[in-house]
Nanobody, 126 residues
Framework: QLQLVESGGGLVQPGGSLRLSCAAS????????IGWFRQAPGKEREGVSC????????VYADSVKGRFIISRDNVKNTVYLQMNSLKPEDTAVYYC???????????????????WGQGTQVTVSS
């Protein structure tokens, strides 16, 4: 069974950090481009960051640029999202997704993605 599984979410104070992981099972992640998305209550799902298969191309949403870092370890079949200087507005369920299509700045188009994880909750609150 082909699956993506996110982990690493939790409750953190403003200014804190978390590292999310997106692990693949049943398929080789190095053939896929990965996107991180988030969805807050009452809001639409939005793209956070994308990384190409090799890791050579990366895109960040303006809202997280300079604070979040996406990376991948194809040996471990895992993609990471390091989130620093977290703000209350970063509170959301975070999802990773996989696609064989790299669309550059359009990588936030959800229709591109073939596989989705179940999500992990991130709550930023004092």
């Amino acid at each position: 069974q082909l699956q993506l599984v996110e982990s690493g979410g939790g409750l953190v104070q403003p200014g804190g950090s978390l590292r999310l992981s997106c692990a693949a099972s049943g398929f080789t992640l190095d053939r896929y481009n990965i996107g991180w998305f988030r969805q807050a209550p009452g809001k639409e799902r939005e793209g956070v960051s994308c990384i190409s298969r090799s890791g050579g191309s990366i895109v960040y949403a303006d809202s997280v640029k300079g604070r979040f870092i996406i990376s991948r370890d194809n040996v471990k079949n895992t993609v990471y999202l390091q989130m620093n200087s977290l703000k209350p507005e970063d509170t959301a369920v975070y999802y990773c997704a996989a696609t064989r299509s790299w669309a550059g700045s359009r990588c936030y188009e959800t229709a591109l993605y073939e596989y989705w994880g179940q999500g992990t909750q991130v709550t930023v609150s004092s």
